[in-house]
């Protein structure tokens, strides 16, 4: 059971990693250091984890690499951890991080209604089956990944940090 754990853990980490690492190609020049209205704080481990439906989340933890903030949420397992990644960024830097996914073999899906343009991806190569919510109001992109959660509680969570982000 360990090894499951620590897969679920490994998948949600490779697929936040490989983004980060792609999505904000477009940046050149740029400044590279996130705006000061990106903060964790937008989401706590408390409301974070009744969303999602995750019991007994604690953190984050924040690491900005690249312009982006990554926040992490711990489980009780690992098995279920949240990872939070918010950038500002433009049309190009969106689009590189959806063919980030695809370049990955992972299929993703557009979805309507949230922010300017968003979509889903579900990697289901581990043993764990990891979600990803994406989503971009015109200059944040949010972006939750987690393999304890439906797409649709990701999608909420990530209405709600849109909303605060922009006040």
Same mark, same amino acid.
């Given at each position: 059971?360990?090894?499951? +754990?620590?897969?679920?853990?490994?998948?949600?980490?490779?697929?936040?990693?490989?983004?980060?690492?792609?999505?904000? =190609?477009? =940046?050149?020049?740029?400044?590279?250091?996130?705006?000061?209205?990106?903060?964790? =704080? !937008?989401?706590?481990?408390? $409301?974070?984890?009744?969303?999602?439906?995750?019991?007994?989340? @604690?953190?984050?933890?924040? $690491?900005?690499?690249?312009? @982006?903030? !990554?926040?992490?949420?711990?489980?009780?397992?690992?098995?279920?951890?949240?990872?939070?990644?918010?950038?500002?960024?433009?049309?190009?830097?969106?689009?590189?991080?959806?063919?980030?996914? $695809?370049?990955?073999?992972?299929? @993703? $899906? =557009?979805?309507?209604?949230?922010?300017?343009?968003?979509?889903?991806?579900?990697?289901?190569?581990?043993?764990?089956?990891? +979600?990803?919510? !994406?989503?971009? #109001?015109?200059?944040?992109?949010?972006?939750?990944?987690?393999?304890?959660?439906?797409? #649709?509680?990701?999608?909420?969570?990530?209405? @709600?940090?849109?909303?605060?982000?922009?006040?």
């Amino acid at each position: 059971m360990n090894s499951f +754990h620590r897969t679920g853990w490994l998948a949600a980490g490779l697929l936040s990693l490989a983004v980060v690492s792609c999505s904000n =190609d477009s =940046d050149e020049g740029n400044d590279q250091n996130p705006s000061s209205n990106l903060s964790c =704080d !937008v989401a706590p481990a408390g $409301e974070m984890g009744s969303t999602l439906g995750v019991a007994g989340l @604690t953190g984050p933890s924040a $690491e900005t690499t690249y312009g @982006t903030l !990554v926040c992490t949420y711990a489980a009780p397992t690992n098995e279920h951890a949240v990872i939070l990644r918010m950038l500002e960024t433009d049309a190009d830097g969106f689009d590189a991080g959806r063919e980030s996914f $695809e370049d990955l073999g992972i299929v @993703t $899906e =557009d979805i309507a209604g949230l922010g300017q343009r968003a979509y889903s991806a579900t990697d289901a190569t581990a043993a764990a089956v990891s +979600h990803t919510v !994406v989503a971009w #109001d015109g200059t944040y992109e949010v972006q939750i990944s987690t393999t304890g959660s439906s797409v #649709d509680a990701l999608r909420t969570m990530v209405a @709600t940090i849109l909303l605060r982000l922009a006040e």
